[in-house]
């Protein structure tokens, strides 16, 4: 995790922050992706992902602003999902993949009186990291989003 805690710190996340609240989400066991079993369905519905394979970081996503959660989204990792072939064809080349993410908990608020979930934060940091990423020369070559 050292590369992963180096490389994110790099993008100017703050350590203490990491620390505490970076979730090993999913990564390559006997030749497959498995997700962290502890994750649940609709669990974590706002959050900022980072992809990494062999240590280099390949992808900052994100999920927020609808109804998927992070568990669909790494399932989706495991299927013809763009990312998931790129996962897959990896993952036959023995390379290893670890995805972790930072996540954020959703609130209620009312608005003119109806309840509704807080704002999302997953998309906005994902395009700040991005900019920041690519400013510092990472590829993130399984991005298609650039920010």
């Not at 030749?31 to 992808?59: H, Q, R, S």
């Not at 036959?92 to 999302?120: A, D, H, M, P």
Request: glycine letters at 6%; aromatic letters at 8%.
């Amino acid at each position: 995790m050292n590369i992963i805690f180096t490389t994110l710190i790099d993008l100017g996340l703050d350590k203490f922050e990491l620390d505490n609240h970076l979730y090993k989400a999913a990564a390559t066991e006997d030749n497959e992706l498995k997700v962290n079993k502890k994750l649940k369905p609709k669990e974590v519905k706002d959050c900022v992902y980072f992809i990494f394979c062999d240590d280099e970081l390949v992808k900052i996503g994100k999920v927020g602003g609808g109804d998927r959660c992070l568990r669909q989204r790494l399932f989706d990792y495991r299927s013809k999902d763009p990312t998931g072939i790129k996962i897959k064809e990896a993952i036959l080349k023995n390379k290893r993949i670890r995805i972790v993410s930072l996540n954020f908990q959703s609130k209620s608020e009312v608005v003119y009186g109806v309840e509704i979930e807080s704002s999302t934060r997953g998309p906005k940091l994902e395009k700040a990291l991005i900019e920041i990423a690519l400013s510092k020369n990472y590829s993130l070559k399984w991005n298609k989003n650039k920010g």
